[in-house]
């Protein structure tokens, strides 16, 4: 039986219930259909695509197409998920109006329920323009890879005191612009409460401690199906790439050795067919 709709409200009455929100990225439609079954409450369609399958040393270079692409993919496996498409880098920086040009692309183009953006204060107004034209958007501070020039690579944020208060005023800044939900990422435990307790809506940490509303991870580092590098914060359940890799090389093994295919993978001609084509090859010549 296919589950109700995750919408904004639900979220909402879990984080005032106390209750855990699972949120897990995604980029296709196979995988989808499987977060749409474990009924994770988000699905996130990150701009981290372009290094986890476009192979990308960054996710710079993700244009607003892939990601509307990848989006639309997702909705069509994930009908019951909260889903968020993630504007790519400059898709909103540039001006407040391409910002709401381009989040409407994932509103009305790939049926997203929400769009996500990098920053605090420096974002704000993006934030309450999108809001006044109905586009729900969940703000993502501390490390935000879209800003890896500036911050030094992939470094966690808000570990002295300084740094830590931003954080929580950013916080509280994305909140009154309008924020529906905020994305904390590679911030301490203690940080992430402190912003957790003083917020009205929900605070989802990837990296940041027990102390959120709900967590996410990419789900590729989860499935052990990224092999460039590990975050600290990441649990993987499980093994994908030596399944994988097992896979293919048996079935290379298969074919070199004329294992495979076997009988039972091909088809058969109908009943009769097979006399008539040897008669139609011998009149041909072809026999």
């Known amino acids: 039986?296919?589950?109700?709709?995750?919408?904004?409200?639900?979220?909402?009455?879990?984080?005032?219930?106390?209750?855990?929100?699972?949120?897990?990225?995604?980029?296709?439609?196979?995988?989808?259909?499987?977060?749409?079954?474990?009924?994770?409450?988000?699905?996130?369609?990150?701009d981290s695509l372009g290094m986890t399958v476009l192979g990308y040393s960054s996710t710079l270079p993700v244009t607003m197409d892939a990601m509307v692409l990848h989006a639309q993919a997702v909705r069509r496996g994930a009908p019951g998920a909260f889903l968020i498409g993630d504007m790519p880098y400059m898709s909103y920086q540039v001006d407040v109006r391409e910002a709401i040009r381009n989040a409407g692309r994932f509103m009305a183009e790939a049926g997203c329920d929400a769009v996500k953006l990098e920053g605090g204060r420096n974002v704000a107004d993006v934030v309450a323009a999108l809001t006044r034209a109905t586009i729900p958007v969940m703000g993502h501070l501390g490390l935000t890879p879209q800003s890896l020039a500036q911050l030094g690579g992939f470094v966690a944020q808000g570990r002295s005191a300084e740094t830590a208060l931003r954080v929580i005023d950013d916080a509280r800044i994305l909140e009154e612009a309008g924020a529906c939900a905020i994305l904390l990422e590679a911030v301490p435990p203690e940080v992430a409460q402190v912003v957790t307790r003083r917020s009205g809506v929900p605070i989802i940490g990837i990296g940041s401690g027990p102390h959120c509303h709900g967590q996410l991870l990419i789900v590729h580092d989860l499935l052990g199906f990224f092999e460039a590098f590990t975050p600290k914060f990441v649990k993987k359940y499980a093994d994908l790439n030596a399944v994988i890799l097992e896979a293919f090389r048996r079935y290379r093994a298969d074919v070199e050795q004329g294992a495979f295919p076997q009988p039972e993978h091909c088809y058969s001609m109908r009943a009769g067919e097979g006399e008539k084509l040897r008669r139609l090859l011998e009149e041909k010549g072809l026999a």
């Open 1 to 46: 039986m296919d589950r109700a709709k995750v919408t904004l409200p639900l979220l909402q009455e879990k984080m005032r219930q106390g209750q855990p929100i699972t949120m897990l990225t995604c980029y296709d439609y196979p995988t989808a259909l499987l977060e749409e079954k474990a009924g994770i409450d988000i699905i996130l369609v990150g």
